[in-house]
């Protein structure tokens, strides 16, 4: 499954269909939901963060798992690491970023029914590094459709430079949710998956997700890797940041 660099270079991004089983993504669901219930749906547990979604507080769920918006802090548990760590991936990666990669943030996101989308952005404005692109990989672990809030993305948007973002105005707004608001996206195209599709993305690709309109949870994966020695610059300690090294490519070949 060679990745498409072609298409990195002109989109920004790519997706590689069937890229993870039905197990791989059970198994990283069923964890998280073990997570969630044992943080009672918000705060910390094991050192992985639990965030709670805005827009569903207030509401009863009758499991802990139906009011968490994110989980981060992923990347080192079983079954999560072994992912990130698949030769296959280290492969795509390394074609776009080199040989020496370390994987900085994790999130798993439930997006569960009447959750609200992340309004568009680049997760480079969240990155204040001393070295760029960072590659994003998003899981789907379950489909992504138009009803339950897929991700949308503006081809070709990772030549810009990082746009100004703005608080996301709406009041239940979850946590951390910013916006560009000096761009126009009219052009951009929704990512339709199946579950086990995964979408490799440039960190200045803007992209957005809408809300899930749904009854059926849109749950999906993500991680971010970045060149070895990349320098974190920020003047604090991002709480959901966590630097691991991955294994060399030509450890595999
Ligand atoms: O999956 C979503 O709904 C939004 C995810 C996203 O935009 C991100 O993690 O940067």
């Known amino acids: ?11 920004g991004f790519f997706v590689l269909k069937g890229f993870a089983g039905a197990a791989t993504c059970r198994a990283m ?8 219930r044992a943080a009672k749906g918000a705060g910390l547990h094991e050192g992985c963060l639990v965030m709670p979604e805005n827009n569903l507080a207030g509401g009863s769920v009758a499991r802990a798992e139906e009011g968490v918006s994110k989980i981060f802090k992923l990347h080192r548990r079983p079954a999560f ?9 280290l492969e795509a990666l390394g074609s776009l970023l080199g040989a020496k990669l370390d994987c900085f943030l994790s999130q798993f996101i439930f997006k569960n029914p009447g959750a609200w989308g992340q309004p568009w952005h680049q997760d480079a404005h969240y990155f204040h590094f001393d070295d760029s692109p960072q590659v994003g990989i998003w899981l789907a672990i379950t489909r992504a459709t138009l009803q339950n809030g897929c991700l949308h993305v503006m081809p070709g948007s990772h030549h810009e430079p990082v746009h100004e973002h703005v608080p996301d105005r709406r009041p239940s707004a979850n946590l951390g949710y910013m ?21 490799v993305f440039h960190s200045h690709l803007m992209h957005s997700s809408t ?3 749904s009854e059926e949870i849109r749950a999906a994966m993500v ?6 020695g990349t320098r974190d610059l920020a003047d604090y300690d991002s709480p959901v940041h966590d630097w691991m090294p991955l294994p060399p490519i030509d450890a595999h070949s």
């Open 223 to 228: 991680y971010h890797c970045a060149r070895s």
């Open 211 to 213: 809300d899930n309109e």
């Open 29 to 36: 669901l069923d964890d998280v939901v073990r997570v969630s």
């Open 81 to 89: 690491r072994g992912f990130i760590e698949d030769p296959r991936l």
């Open 179 to 199: 916006e560009i608001v000096d761009h126009d996206t009219s052009a951009a195209v929704p990512v339709l998956l199946d579950p086990g599709d995964l979408l």
């Open 1 to 11: 499954m060679p990745p498409d660099s072609d298409a990195f270079e002109r989109n």
